[in-house]
């Protein structure tokens, strides 16, 4: 019997494989042009089954489809995932199912299936409405063909997200203003806005310090970031979480099951899970968890148990990135700690007096003016100690 207390648990369901080498892949082996369907089909749902032991009595309210690209995962072991999911756990009435897909005219053509399949949103990865800007970011598409893809997504999709980045080099605010009210005029529901950041090791980095390229610098970001807010907000769809933006009732309900810090399982390669007070990790190269599969129906390379202050820090952490903020007394209970404990309050409150947070009784919120120091603010509230 589900507790009705209990929060709906979300699914994450990693498909490694590209057909191209891009960026943002960890292996060289996930490159492949072909790949046995059949095996990898029941490997994924032996992996679902394992969690689903783990975790009986539960509700689904989301399952996330995401990784290499997983709109070319094919539509019947889509919907063979969603069928066994359903079985194992039963849904929530109103279940949010997306799909992760880049916009090419190949992944495109598949998206009817895939809605047949049972996938009612996806998240489109645009990143730009600029050509220049794409060949920048390294995309295989170009705004034509990004915006066609969009075309059809609405057309097969209930719901549709889609992302940008910006503070791109040499972009002037103007420039974003502009990119960005084109984008809002596409009518979806939700659009996650990224500020570019430079990792060390990467191609970016690389052409950063050469001078090849220039970032903007703080001040020019905190416009095009208090920008785009205000923009968003304009417009009806505001900021629920600091780069992600919706109209009311369509935040991605996947994605506050992590920043509410619930339970949510995760299956494929290289995924992670948090169940119970474990943080889960699967075998991330897909030879290595298949192997495993093979050997012990899961792939699963760790099961950590995690201690009462990491959980409470964790839970702050990704809480206070929401503009609802945090019940700092459901998270004292994480921490099996006082709320008191939980939060350094000589700089919090500072930063109150400030304007940049706000307590009401046991409930924590990052203003609309401290989200965009957000990344200074957290390291010196949360205590360490919780």
């Keep these: 019997m589900n507790d009705p207390q209990t929060p709906p648990l979300a699914l994450y369901v990693h498909w490694p494989f590209c057909v191209s080498k891009c960026p943002y892949c960890d292996f060289n082996s996930h490159v492949r042009a072909e790949v046995d369907q059949a095996a990898w089909r029941a490997a994924l749902l032996a992996d679902l089954r394992h969690e689903a032991e783990q975790l ?138 990224y500020q570019l950041t430079i990792e060390p090791g990467t191609r970016f980095a690389t052409e950063a310090a050469a001078g090849r390229i220039v970032i903007p610098d703080g001040d020019s970001a905190a416009d095009l970031f208090e920008a785009t807010r205000a923009i968003t907000a304009s417009a009806g769809i505001p900021a629920y979480e600091i780069s992600n933006h919706a109209r009311v009732g369509a935040e991605s309900r996947h994605n506050l099951t992590y920043w509410r810090y619930s339970d949510y399982a995760g299956i494929g390669p290289g995924a992670h899970g948090r169940r119970g007070g474990l943080a889960t990790v699967r075998r991330k190269k897909p030879e290595n968890w298949m192997s495993a599969i093979e050997r012990n129906q899961h792939g699963t390379e760790s099961e950590e148990p995690l201690a009462p202050h990491t959980r409470a820090t964790e839970a702050l952490l990704m809480g206070l990135r929401l503009r609802e903020g945090v019940d700092l007394a459901r998270i004292a209970r994480l921490g099996e700690t006082s709320v008191d404990a939980l939060i350094y309050w000589p700089a919090a409150t500072l930063l109150e007096d400030q304007g940049l947070l706000l307590r009401e009784g046991d409930h924590l919120t990052v203003t609309e003016a401290g989200m965009l120091l957000l990344d200074a603010i957290l390291p010196e509230i949360v205590n360490d100690a919780a």
């Design 56 to 193: 009986p009595g539960r509700t689904l309210g989301s399952i996330f489809f995401g990784g290499g690209t997983p709109s070319l995962m094919p539509p019947e072991t889509v919907a063979v995932v969603i069928e066994t999911a359903e079985r194992a756990w039963g849904f929530a009435p109103d279940i949010e199912i997306t799909l992760e897909a880049n916009p090419s005219s190949v992944e495109a053509a598949r998206f009817a299936d895939i809605a047949a399949a049972g996938v009612n949103r996806v998240s489109l990865g645009l990143q730009a409405l600029d050509d220049d800007a794409l060949k920048f970011l390294g995309r295989a598409h170009d705004q034509t063909e990004g915006l066609a893809a969009l075309d059809t997504a609405q057309r097969a999709f209930s719901r549709v997200s889609f992302d940008l980045i910006y503070a791109r080099p040499d972009q002037r605010l103007a420039d974003w203003e502009a990119e960005l009210t084109r984008a809002i005029g596409f009518g979806t529901e939700h659009l996650s806005l």
